[in-house]
């Protein structure tokens, strides 16, 4: 059973930044580990990802403010943001594909997912 865990939500002013992490259990030889968000009456959103490689994958909206990393010691992908906008106001979401996935800011892409850490930029 993979379970996935984010912390580091919270509230922040405009130009601020957070720190957003995300335990995970399971192994798989190829993976993406990817940030998703969801603001009220918006559809989700791939923001960032990265694969068993290292390779990661932006959305245009966070390129340059947003940085993607994982350790696999700890099996804790984070997610650094600076620069914070209110329009990044959301609930964040981490997913693991369990497999090599194809497009990696791709939703239907992941197989499991965390409950979520609420952003919340004013």
């Known amino acids: 059973h993979v379970q996935l865990v984010e912390s580091g939500g919270g509230s922040v002013q405009a130009g601020g930044s957070l720190r957003l992490a995300c335990t995970h259990s399971?192994?798989?030889?190829?993976?993406?580990l990817g940030w998703f968000r969801q603001a009220p009456g918006k559809e989700r959103e791939g923001v960032a990802a990265?694969?068993?490689?290292?390779?990661?994958s932006y959305a245009v909206s966070v390129k340059g403010r947003f940085t993607v990393s994982k350790d696999n010691n700890k099996n804790t992908l984070y997610l650094e943001m600076n620069s914070l906008k209110p329009e990044d106001t959301a609930m964040y979401y981490c997913?693991?594909?369990?497999?090599?996935?194809?497009?990696?800011?791709?939703?239907?892409?992941?197989?499991?997912w965390g409950q979520g850490t609420q952003v919340t930029v004013s």
């Open positions: 399971g192994y798989y030889s190829s993976y993406c």
């Open positions: 990265i694969d068993s490689d290292g390779d990661t």
């Open positions: 997913a693991i594909s369990g497999s090599w996935c194809y497009d990696p800011l791709y939703s239907n892409e992941y197989a499991y």
